[in-house]
């Protein structure tokens, strides 16, 4: 009779812990808040001339290069004299990959914005998908003035300051990885989010909480068996 008891209170237990799974995975109808997302720079090229093509959702970017042609001997995947070049950045190649023909990429662009931030004097900015990535600057108290690139719509002035840089032209998916053009260094940048790098997808999410309700209704059967 112990032995009963003790085997309902664990398949009671084990019940409870189902639905309290279920309910805090499913997903909740809500406005998701914007995002001060974490980044990493990388540094693509040093350059006056060129400029990117295109970046697209799953973070792969070209950049047209068509002003190395000038150069003596150089060579577009192999072809000389091409009338076109361009070098292409993929997320899962540890090398690019350079064409004569613009590679087919599935643009995810964002837009130019220039979001008002309190305290900052914002110059211009990217946009997409609750994402931002905001060029200009910030008073400091000994008078003189923090100039960079800071994400996030309210951004604290150093734990989101992504960069002493600027934006002179790029692009930002819905993912908030960036492309961007740093005029004060004659940079090409791409910006990594890596908050979004770690996120589950909302597909997962939901096969795990449609789970743990398949799991609670097996234990509530057998319960009542």
Not at 15 to 40: F, I
Not at 118 to 130: D, M, P, R, V
Not at 191 to 200: F, G, K, V
Request: one cysteine or more; aromatic letters at 8%; a negative charge.
């Amino acid at each position: 009779m112990q032995a009963k008891l003790l085997l309902r209170s664990l398949q009671s237990s084990a019940l409870s812990a189902a639905l309290l799974l279920a309910a805090s995975t499913l997903p909740v109808a809500s406005t998701l808040p914007a995002h001060a997302d974490t980044y990493r720079l990388t540094n693509v090229a040093y350059t006056q001339s060129e400029n990117f093509y295109g970046l697209d959702t799953a973070g792969d970017f070209a950049i047209n290069i068509s002003d190395r042609l000038s150069q003596a001997g150089f060579s577009c995947a192999g072809a000389l004299n091409a009338p076109s070049c361009f070098e292409t950045f993929y997320a899962n190649q540890a090398t690019p990959v350079f064409s004569v023909a613009a590679p087919s990429l599935l643009f995810d662009h964002g837009s130019v914005c220039r979001p008002e931030i309190s305290g900052f004097q914002i110059s211009t900015g990217l946009c997409n998908n609750g994402h931002f990535l905001a060029a200009g600057s910030h008073p400091l108290a000994n008078g003189s003035e923090l100039r960079g690139i800071w994400a996030g719509p309210h951004p604290d002035v150093f734990a989101d300051l992504v960069s002493l840089g600027s934006i002179d032209g790029g692009f930002i998916n819905s993912n908030g990885d960036a492309v961007f053009i740093d005029g004060i260094d004659n940079t090409l940048v791409f910006a990594d989010d890596l908050s979004t790098d770690i996120a589950p997808e909302p597909a997962s999410v939901l096969l795990l909480g449609t789970g743990a309700l398949t799991l609670a209704g097996a234990i509530r059967r057998r319960l009542s068996a």
